[in-house]
């Protein structure tokens, strides 16, 4: 009989152990160990408010993420001839440092890489100053940009296997993780529609697939060499036409099967903004670890936040390590959001499909969520 109450005292403790670990992944006892908010860098004009928001809205909140888009809004030295025309200085980016560190935020600076190397009819920084990394030359940007054209032009895209493209790339992402002070570095890698064109002299013909899996790994080893890690969008490891999820938050060209391909180490940030599409499960199975990220429909960030509570509470301990968390991304400047967010602006139609709706209702459920955990 002894050993019987020996056995269930153990099992106990053990019990107590385990949720002790679980929850211990951080101070508030949440589900969800990464809280994260995407937005832009400001420029420097609007960097007070900012700083300002950071320390008022996302500490409290207990957000402990933020992916900072900054591509090319920093006075780089080691390439001084991709900077914006108006950047943020270094000091500008230790006071950014210095109100996240207080708050226990780590930052995750992002520059778009392979896709997004234009926008609508203007070709960005990298291509700008070095078209000879356009994976497509041949398409000329054209003067009054739609959707859709004759040339399938979202936006261009570098080619991977130049060359020369990623001692440029390397040098960026080293400086703003070193500027920035994390280990961390997200690589945007979304909606890349250009890749391995047939006209591509060391791309044509190659498997796309393995073409943004060699990217994506190579990316990957570039940081982990300095102990580093990679996070990127996860829209193009997603197969478009089966899962009916479309050639924009899934892959229709091709990309999809590198999601076998890809170090397990990269972290992916699942993005759906229209239904709360399950697929963090399908990322977990395959072994990578997901955070899923919403946009301005409250509703579907609600949906999003309960699957992923569930999503970790059902599944075994290993699968259940590889759901992260959840992420609000933001798309429009900085400013507009921090404007939108203290008038409580509504939407065109006068509801609350905003984005800044959509952070209060994610932050309200994850802070709720950790009190009920407590
Ligand atoms: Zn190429």
Request: glycine share 6%; with cysteine; aromatic share 12%.
């Amino acid at each position: 009989m002894k050993s019987i109450w020996m056995f269930k005292l153990s099992l106990l403790l053990f019990g107590l152990f385990f949720c002790e670990t679980i929850y211990s992944q951080d101070n508030t006892g949440s589900l969800m160990p990464v809280r994260g908010f995407c937005i832009g860098a400001p420029r420097p004009a609007k960097l007070e408010p900012f700083l300002a928001f950071i320390e008022k809205e996302l500490v409290p909140r207990q957000v402990n993420a933020l992916i900072l888009r900054v591509d090319y809004n920093y006075q780089y030295e080691s390439h001084p001839e991709l900077r914006d025309t108006v950047c943020l200085s270094k000091e500008d980016v230790k006071k950014i440092v210095d109100v996240c560190r207080k708050g226990n935020i780590k930052i995750i600076p992002q520059i778009n890489l392979l896709g997004h190397q234009s926008w609508a009819g203007k070709v960005n920084n990298l291509l700008k100053v070095y078209p000879q990394f356009d994976e497509t030359p041949w398409i000329v940007m054209p003067q009054n940009y739609v959707w859709p054209n004759a040339d399938s032009l979202y936006c261009k895209s570098y080619c991977p296997l130049h060359p020369e493209v990623h001692k440029v790339i390397f040098s960026l992402i080293d400086e703003l993780c070193d500027v920035f002070e994390t280990d961390t570095f997200h690589a945007g890698m979304d909606e890349v529609f250009y890749i391995g064109a047939d006209k591509c002299p060391r791309c044509g013909g190659k498997n796309k697939a393995v073409l943004f899996a060699g990217e994506v790994t190579t990316l990957r080893n570039h940081l982990s060499e300095k102990g580093r890690s990679l996070w990127i969008w996860g829209d193009r490891l997603i197969d478009g036409k089966t899962t009916s999820i479309g050639i924009w938050e899934a892959s229709d060209n091709g990309t999809f099967p590198a999601i076998d391909l890809i170090p397990k180490d990269v972290v992916i940030c699942d993005w759906h903004y229209e239904r709360a599409e399950q697929t963090p499960v399908y990322f977990a199975m395959k072994g990578l670890k997901v955070i899923t990220c919403t946009w301005k429909k409250p509703v579907v960030a609600t949906l999003q936040f309960e699957d992923m509570v569930k999503f970790k509470a059902r599944s075994s301990w290993d699968m259940g390590q590889r759901f992260l968390g959840m992420m609000q991304t933001v798309w429009s400047d900085p400013g507009t959001f921090i404007d939108g967010f203290y008038a409580n602006t509504p939407d065109e139609m006068g509801g609350i499909n905003t984005q800044w709706a959509t952070f209060k209702t994610l932050f309200n459920l994850i802070y709720l969520e950790g009190v009920i955990k407590k």
